[in-house]
């Protein structure tokens, strides 16, 4: 059983009773973020999220397993390549970084890859800010394999892992993410390249808040290295992205989450999210927070499935998609949409009730219009009937023209 809350309860206390006393925390990744940011207003998220509760069991708990995720395959043909562009020291990711962003600087030769070992998030932190303090005044080529950087998510610390950073001798620093999906001709698929896009916005973000504790504060540069293999070998290549947009977007969507602390004060006492409690209390759990389900939670949230069957039974605007409900304004459910499309509720003067009515009424004129459209049916006409049928009434055949035969048509599907 959880530990009973008590006034004055710290957030990493009260976040670990959410999470459950014997249940370690999962850290938050940049993919999590940038999943998150895309979904600002789901308070169900920010909270699981921000306790570091496994999305992926809860879901197994709640019978809507997941099939969100990366395969085993994927994930060991990725770090395969990974290795692969990092071997000797960085040389050839250097190399890449150097021919796609900073042609004017000298070609990096001898390279520094500082160790960033220490114990704990905290500490790993704590040495990559000092590793970025000294190769910013290095004025050298300067590699950081994996560095951990954190970011304040919605009043909690969110630990970030980059597949590397680099230092330019101009003391500028660079994000490089590694892909294994392949890069042919010169471009990748666009949704992919979209998708790392917005995990580097993430990684940005931290590093700027890294670099705005140093004097002279350095520059983050906003093109991030995308390395992918070429073609169809495992030849690395790379393309650099332009990343301002993401940068901005996920700004602006972090900076609107809830503030995980006021989810937390506004959950019953005694709430837990631990995989293995009995369904119903860890379903009453998990519903006591709201959710914003949309479709595309159903490619980035492994509760997809969950809040995808409660929007649905609920009859939620929602799982139609965010278009359709910002379209609907304060009609919330489907079946307030049918009964001010029908007339029968629904404010006149509201622009949403008064084209929902002029819909329905085009439908029905239009079903209307069809034989057997009353019916649900209707019948095809072949094109001399439709000739014969738009002829004038007292337009008729001359004698001895023969005419073309009548023909049953068969119904229309």
């Known amino acids: ?99 796609r962003l900073d042609r004017s600087a000298e070609p990096p030769t001898g390279a520094h890859v500082p160790d960033l070992t220490a114990i704990g998030p905290e500490g790993r932190t704590a040495r990559t800010a000092l590793a970025l303090r000294e190769a910013t005044g290095a004025q050298g080529w300067t590699l950081l394999d994996h560095p951990m950087l954190a970011l304040d998510v919605a009043g909690s610390a969110a630990f970030l892992e980059p597949d590397a950073v680099v ?26 390249v979209g998708a790392a896009a917005r995990q580097a916005a993430v990684y940005v973000l931290a590093l700027e808040e890294v670099a ?17 293999p070429k073609d169809f070998s495992n030849l690395p290549t790379a393309s650099a992205v332009d990343i301002r947009k993401q940068r901005a977007v996920t700004a602006r969507q972090l900076a609107r989450l809830t503030r995980i602390q006021d989810i937390a004060d506004a959950l019953p006492d005694g709430t837990c999210f631990a995989p293995d409690l009995p369904a119903a209390e860890l379903t009453a759990a998990v519903e006591s927070v709201p959710a914003t389900y949309a479709p595309e939670c159903l490619s980035a949230c492994e509760l997809a499935f969950h809040c995808r069957d409660r929007s649905r039974a609920a009859g939620a605007v929602t799982s139609l998609g965010r278009s359709v409900r910002a379209e609907l304004g304060g009609l919330t459910t489907v079946e307030d949409v049918l009964a001010a499309a029908r007339g029968e509720a629904g404010d006149p003067d509201d622009p949403a009730v008064v084209a929902l009515r002029r819909a329905a009424e085009l439908r029905a004129e239009a079903l209307g219009a069809v034989p057997g459209g009353a019916a649900g049916g209707c019948r095809a006409m072949s094109v001399p009937s439709r000739r014969a049928a738009a002829a004038p009434p007292h337009v008729t ?13 068969p119904p229309c599907h």
Not at 218 to 225: A, D, E, M, T, Y
Not at 397 to 409: N, Q, S
Request: charged share 25%; hydrophobic share 40%; with cysteine.
């Open 167 to 192: 230092v330019h001798p101009d003391g500028s620093w660079t994000v490089v993410e590694i892909k294994s999906f392949p890069m042919l001709d010169g471009s990748a698929d666009p949704s992919k």
């Open 397 to 409: 055949p001359a004698r001895g023209v023969p005419t073309a035969p009548r023909h049953e048509e």
């Open 212 to 228: 705005a504790r140093l004097e002279p504060v350095p520059k983050v540069r906003h093109r991030v290295l995308l390395v992918c």
């Open 1 to 99: 059983m959880p530990l009973p809350r008590t006034p004055g309860t710290a957030l990493r206390q009260r976040l670990a009773e959410l999470r459950g006393p014997e249940v370690p925390a999962k850290a938050l990744d940049a993919r999590a973020l940038a999943a998150l940011a895309a979904n600002p207003g789901c308070k169900r998220r920010a909270i699981l999220d921000g306790a570091g509760v496994n999305k992926t069991a809860l879901a197994d708990a709640l019978g809507a397993p997941s099939a969100f995720g990366q395969s085993q395959f994927a994930l060991t043909r990725g770090n395969a390549f990974e290795a692969k562009v990092k071997a000797d020291g960085g040389a050839e990711l250097l190399r890449l970084v150097h021919e």
